[in-house]
């Protein structure tokens, strides 16, 4: 069980890799200037099973760690 959060994180990568960006990509495919941070933004946690469940979370949250976001759409 200790290589399960690793695995999720190594999937979820691959999945943001292959998917890219699209055309409402509010920075752009290139992201923001270097140096630049890039815009800032919160979501709801809706993983029911995150310490974080229901609460908005950002990835200023997060910083100095290392992190993956991925966005799901359905249509």
Do not use: I
Not at 38 to 58: C, E, K, M
Request: charged share 15%; proline share 13%.
């Amino acid at each position: 069980m200790k290589n399960k959060p690793v695995k999720l994180l190594l999937a979820l990568l691959l999945v943001a890799a292959a998917g890219g960006c699209g055309d409402d990509d509010p920075v752009g495919p290139g992201g923001p200037p270097a140096g630049e941070p890039a815009p800032d933004f919160a979501l709801p946690d809706v993983n029911p099973t995150s310490g974080t469940y229901q609460q908005q979370v950002s990835p200023r949250d997060h910083l100095e760690k290392v992190s993956a976001w991925y966005f799901g759409h359905a249509t």
